[in-house]
């Protein structure tokens, strides 16, 4: 008896997987809309989404985009809460891949990695280089202009693919390389809910919105892929300035990279050499007002801190930021008795900026 190709069984996404995934993606937004009304009827929807999945014909729901002044004004699409759990899927599935290709220096959305991590290496090299600030070192900072709105979606794809097929050894490969590939090139301004008043995009700079994004290029900001695959798309430029370049104190936060050494004159001359390499092989731009070289005891501004010899400072803004946010919930108990809801958003605000200052020189502050 011959068996024709629809009588073989073809490879799944299995239902426990999505249910691992759904438990993971709601850990933090139990109480949006979109999660409560997935959240009513959670198991039949998740067996119709693995079923959508399996069948091809998953399709990609429409975010909801808007725009927040906190840290720094930027445009957020949050993707329906469906389409999170996919993401948290796929992320399930590759990040231990991933894990195993980043450098050690690339700190963001890692486990165990993160800002504190990241100032903390900063710190650290400062230090070294300097042998405990007794010798001269000069740190170069750098930053990429609108980071997640240039990335090139076929570079990523390109390299993505490649990265699956070569690594990933389930037998699911093929329908986890359909849904990056849909993930990817999916358009969430064509088909978006707009929260707030388009007002609020008046002073975007055109290079931070997706609006205004060259075709085939940028990612949303607020997906999880989007940070991870943002992070694995800087992967081979972490590479070459490790590798290749043998700098051995670097370090990297999304779009944010720190290069710490003796010599004044070989950090002036390797900006260009980065420039190219960014250009030429991902398309990104290093951003010309943002270029940054001292001498190590002018210290450096990293990720919401000033580094200092000796001693690590909350950054200006992130004081300000604090001061607006008392002053918000100041005003609103000023105007009525805060709900529940207000007084743990309250709560929220206050203990997030007292966690992160506890961890530098702030207790005159707090």
Known sequence: MQLSLFDIPQPKIELEELFTAYF???KNKRNTTNALAFEID????????CEEINSGTYQIGRSIAF????????EIFAADFRDRVVHHLIIGKLNHLFEKQFIHDSYSCRVGKGTHFGIQRVDKFIRQCSK?????????????????????KNILFTKLEQFIKEKYQQADKELVIKLCKQIIYNDPTKNCIIKG???????????????HSQPNCGLPIGNLTSQVFANFYMDSFDHFVKHDLKIQYYG??????????????????????????????L??????????????SKGVKFLGTVILPNRIYIADRTKGNFYNAIAKHNQIARDHKPSKEEQQAFQSSMNSYLG??????????R
């Open 67 to 74: 725009v927040v002044d906190k840290p720094v004004k930027r």
């Open 252 to 281: 990297r936060y999304v779009d944010d990279f720190v290069i710490v050494h003796e010599d004044k004159e070989y950090l002036k001359k390797l900006i260009p050499q980065l420039s190219e390499y960014l250009q030429t092989e």
């Open 197 to 211: 008043s388009k007002s609020d995009w008046s002073d975007l700079p055109q290079t931070k919105s997706l609006f």
């Open 283 to 296: 398309q990104v731009t290093i951003h010309p007002k943002k270029i940054y070289l001292q001498h190590y």
């Open 24 to 26: 993971e993606c709601r």
């Open 356 to 365: 992160i200052m506890k961890h530098y020189k702030s207790y005159k502050l």
């Open 42 to 49: 959670y198991e039949n929807s998740l067996v119709q989404l």
């Open 132 to 152: 405990n600030y007794s010798s001269d070192c000069y740190i170069l900072k750098l930053d990429l202009q609108g980071f997640f709105m240039s990335i090139n």
